[in-house]
């Protein structure tokens, strides 16, 4: 019998199995095909031909939409596997793997629809009429007023502003809608740096020896995986290069990974330098006419080069030969939503799939690889060194305690600090200023009646951001947003106090500081506008800047080598946090931070301000000795049993009320214990989550902890089996990174 089981993009919902009617050919794996689903009629992927019927009456395939497959089998396999481990449905997995508009009929793409203000739609931002605005249509506006070429619906969905909303306005007459063609290159906003062709470039003695090594494995066609531990500066990038054209001669291709959109568009302006127009690029940044622009080509195998952030590793490639992930520690490599995967993690099976080598570059490698590297199961290659022996930067300790003592409650800019800013600023040298915390205040409350000023959705108080129309409060999960108000809403006193600081607040000490100064800020507020980022990171690198303020988007991987300071506020932001990766958090991002210093000709330094200057994760990170934090946090891990030790799997419950969603975990634990002794794991919980209330739901908690992953997916799936109706009020993490 003609069957097929497809993939349908509905969350959580199994294979199912249609009949292909005489008439019509089988289509390939990998294939789109139109099914119908209940009353509706969806666009599904082929992913294979089943054994055996199930029982009942089979439907009919409506359409075949693709006669040569859209996906690669090799990728449809991958996003089989994705589904599995992560314990997601097949159709999530593969939706993240389709070009944007895949699940359209029709292929062609090439129009996209954009929003800008109208004239009615800018005096109602600037204070004019505005009755009967849902706070999401006043959001709406507010996006839109700070874009003057307007923004793509598709972006402004992304930023949780769905096309209803702006039909709305647009029927108000506050917002214009017009189609424009997509026929963009991404490159044109991407050239950066002036690329300097590399060819001439002579290696350092030990880029050769790790190009070498990195080479011989490559040349080996087999699944191989090598951490490449080179310290910041020492040239990481340039053995990519060599990497992939090494890669290319031979007639395979390299899939580049990067953490940050940040990040692209410099590497990829690198790449396009070295690759001319064989370099694609994929990341959630570009428009979706774009994305599909650029997918295509890769899928008609028209590029050597893919680079791009996480789920570029499902790009359609079909002869990979080596998958390099740069910065593999990253914490953004791991996607927070169904298919909630781990870009590094999938590229390891990628490489596995396709017989390839993957390089996991870092100057602060995972505990999770460079436990790997220590037992044998990876290659490593080393850098130790700064290319041209720079040395690394030189590390000061500010004790904030000391200086509150000195100077009172309300430093942001520490002496030590402030003169070396001055200093940098009188030699005509580069700052950078980080602070992992956006907004200007963390949180307000009132001085009379202590009321503070929480979200309404979400256990979580709001920041306060500067706005050209006052002050407001947001919320940085749900986006809920309100004007601060002059009296408290709850007894009417009018001392309203802010407190802790963000990025705002940093810039703003710096202007009023150094008035001649010119500063830049770079945090996920600053950059909303398409282009900004890109634009501010050039002037900074053109010399237009001399401090950039900024939140971990400027800590990583940035290569501006007139940088001669970097300055860091509060170093420990991340340790307050209930988190067992907390210290290695912080090592990360003080070790990234300074290695922004000092990496042209002039000597860099950093200075860090800290409550806790004795923490390990400071003190070692000032010192620029992994070896000696893997060890100390290593021993931590496995004396507490914490990854990598052992294997996790979070598993939040939502509902209504918190009874509900404590008794659904209650009963969900209920049916696993039994399966606790043969799977060899334990069960925590269940317990509260941090955030108990998120986006208006209550949430409990409980962890999965066991040597074998497997054992504890099967329990699940068994759990998952007989209670199918939890699925849907569950979210389920393996291998989490963040548990709020
Ligand atoms: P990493 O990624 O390891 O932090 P980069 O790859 O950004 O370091 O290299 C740091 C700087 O050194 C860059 O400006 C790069 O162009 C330069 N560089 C790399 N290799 C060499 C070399 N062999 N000779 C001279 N300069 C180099
Ligand atoms: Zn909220």
Redesign the pocket.
Same mark, same amino acid.
């Given at each position: 019998m003609r069957k097929v089981s497809v993939a349908v993009p509905v969350p959580f919902l199994d294979l199912l199995t249609y009949r292909v009617p005489d008439g019509l050919p089988i289509p390939s794996v990998g294939a789109r095909v139109r099914v119908p689903l209940g009353t509706r009629v969806l666009t599904g992927c082929i992913v294979e031909y089943p054994n055996d019927a199930p029982a009942g009456e089979l439907k009919d395939v409506i359409e075949v939409v693709d006669h040569d497959p859209l996906l690669p089998t090799g990728v449809v396999a991958l996003c089989r596997w994705v589904a599995d481990y992560y314990l997601a449905g097949v159709g999530d997995a593969i939706a993240a793997a389709m070009p944007p508009g895949a699940r359209r009929k029709a292929t062609s793409f090439k129009t996209m629809r954009v929003a800008t203000l109208t004239a009615l739609g800018s005096d109602t931002v600037n204070g004019g009429e505005a009755q009967g605005l849902t706070p999401k249509q006043r959001e709406a506006l507010d996006v839109l007023s700070a874009s003057s070429t307007g923004l793509p619906l598709s972006e402004l969905r992304d930023r949780g502003i769905s096309a209803d909303v702006v039909g709305r306005l647009a029927a108000r007459g506050l917002v214009l809608l017009r189609a424009e063609a997509t026929e963009r290159d991404p490159f044109e906003r991407a050239a950066l740096a002036d690329v300097q062709p590399s060819e001439s @470039? !002579?290696? #350092?003695a030990e880029?050769a020896t790790a190009l070498d090594q990195l080479t011989a494995l490559a040349d080996a066609r087999d699944f191989r995986v090598a951490l490449l531990h %080179? !310290? #910041?500066?020492? %040239?990481? #990038?340039?053995i990519y290069l060599r990497l992939a054209d090494l890669a290319r001669k031979a007639g395979r291709q390299t899939l580049l990974m990067v953490p940050e959109i940040a990040l692209t568009p410099s590497v990829a302006a690198l790449f396009r330098g070295a690759f001319g127009d064989r370099v694609a690029i994929q990341h959630s940044g570009l428009s979706d006419g774009e994305r599909h622009d650029q997918w295509h080509r890769i899928r008609r195998g028209d590029v050597d080069v893919v680079v791009g952030t996480r789920s570029a590793v499902f790009a359609p490639l079909t002869r990979i030969g080596v998958i390099v992930v740069d910065e593999e520690h990253d914490t953004s490599y791991k996607q927070e939503e169904a298919p909630r995967y781990h870009g590094r993690d999938v590229a390891i099976v990628r490489a596995r799939e396709e017989q390839a080598l993957v390089v996991l570059g870092s100057?602060t490698p995972s505990m999770e690889s460079y436990q790997h590297a220590l037992t044998g199961k990876y290659a490593k290659a080393i /850098?130790e060194r700064r !290319? /041209?022996d720079r040395p690394l930067a030189s590390v000061r300790l500010v004790n904030m305690r000391e200086e509150y003592a000195d100077q009172g409650p309300d430093v942001v800019i520490s002496r030590t600090l402030a003169s070396a800013v001055d200093d940098r600023l009188q030699k005509r040298e580069q700052v950078l200023v980080l602070l992992n915390r956006r907004g200007y205040a963390t949180a307000v409350f009132c001085r009379q009646c202590g009321d503070a000023f929480e979200c309404p959705n979400c256990t979580i108080s709001l920041t306060v951001h500067t706005a050209r129309q006052g002050w407001r409060a947001r919320c940085h999960y749900c986006n809920y947003s309100m004007m601060v108000p002059k009296a408290c809403r709850k007894c009417a006193a009018p001392y309203l106090e802010q407190a802790g600081f963000g990025t705002e607040k940093v810039e703003q000490h710096l202007r009023d500081r150094f008035p001649a100064a010119r500063i830049g800020r770079i945090d996920r507020d600053s950059v909303r506008r398409k282009g900004a980022l890109t634009s501010l990171l050039s002037r900074f690198a053109a010399g237009e800047l001399d401090v950039l303020v900024g939140t971990q988007m400027i800590a990583k991987?940035h290569?501006f080598?007139r940088v001669t300071l970097v300055g860091v506020i509060s170093a420990d932001v991340g340790l307050g946090v209930a988190d067992f990766r907390a210290g290695e958090r912080t090592f990360q991002l003080l070790t990234q931070v300074a %290695?922004r210093a000092g @990496?042209g000709e002039r000597v860099g330094e950093a200075v860090v301000q800290t409550l806790y200057p004795e923490h390990y994760s400071i003190q070692l990170a000032c010192q620029q000795n992994y070896a000696a934090f893997f060890e100390r946090e290593f021993a931590y891990r496995r004396g507490m049993r914490y990854p990598p030790t052992v294997a996790l799997v979070n598993v939040v419950v939502r509902g209504k009320s918190f009874d509900e969603a404590m008794g659904t975990a209650n009963d969900v634990v209920q049916r696993l214990k039994p399966l606790m002794a043969s799977g060899g794991f334990v069960i925590l919980g269940p317990a509260p989550a941090p955030l108990v209330r998120l986006r208006g739901e209550h949430r409990v908690q409980f962890f999965l902890k066991g040597a074998k992953r497997v054992e504890m997916r099967n329990a699940l799936k068994v759990m998952l089996k007989e209670m199918p109706d939890v699925r849907r009020r569950m979210t389920i993490d393996v291998d989490p990174l963040n548990v709020l």
């Open positions: @470039r !002579v290696l #350092t880029q %080179g !310290v #910041t500066g020492s %040239g990481k #990038t340039e100057a /850098l !290319v /041209l991987g290569d080598p %290695g @990496r």
